[in-house]
């Protein structure tokens, strides 16, 4: 009883850093040495990696999907300004174009001259049409 005492009490006296150790060095011995309960629980933990590795794969293709969109987004918004500028510049060009001087050196050009005379107003009376 003595003996089973005296291993007792050594047990808490050695240090966290001497457990370390020890937890290490049969770590090191064990790494070469593979038992049939190793086997075991790697084969039972295998559905698991399986599943992390699908969630992994499906994260990766997730981001990659978000950045084509993206990528797709600003395309068409860069695309959206151009249109938008040519749009306005456009605009711009037939509103100056529209303007009575403007058509009136348009037409010079074909040889339709302007009025210089207010159109006249055509009367019509009920018993003429009739």
């Given at each position: 009883?003595k003996?089973?005492?005296?291993?007792?009490?050594?047990?808490p006296?050695?240090?966290?850093?001497?457990?370390e150790?020890?937890?290490?060095?049969?770590?090191?011995?064990?790494?070469?040495?593979?038992?049939?309960?190793?086997?075991?629980?790697?084969?039972?933990?295998?559905?698991f990696?399986?599943?992390?590795?699908?969630?992994a794969?499906?994260?990766?293709?997730?981001?990659?999907?978000?950045?084509?969109?993206i990528r797709?987004?600003?395309r068409?918004?860069?695309?959206?300004?151009?249109?938008?500028?040519?749009?306005?510049?456009?605009?711009?060009?037939?509103?100056?174009?529209?303007?009575?001087?403007?058509?009136?050196?348009?037409?010079?050009?074909?040889?339709?001259?302007?009025?210089?005379t207010?159109?006249?107003?055509?009367?019509?009376k009920k018993?003429?049409?009739?």
């Amino acid at each position: 009883m003595k003996e089973e005492e005296t291993e007792e009490n050594k047990k808490p006296s050695e240090s966290p850093e001497a457990e370390e150790s020890k937890v290490f060095s049969s770590f090191i011995r064990k790494t070469g040495e593979v038992s049939n309960q190793d086997h075991a629980r790697i084969f039972r933990a295998i559905p698991f990696i399986i599943f992390l590795v699908g969630l992994a794969m499906l994260h990766i293709a997730n981001n990659h999907n978000a950045e084509n969109k993206i990528r797709s987004i600003e395309r068409m918004e860069k695309e959206l300004k151009e249109d938008r500028w040519e749009f306005m510049s456009t605009k711009s060009d037939l509103m100056l174009k529209s303007r009575q001087s403007e058509v009136a050196k348009l037409m010079e050009a074909s040889g339709v001259l302007e009025l210089r005379t207010p159109p006249q107003k055509i009367i019509i009376k009920k018993s003429e049409y009739q």
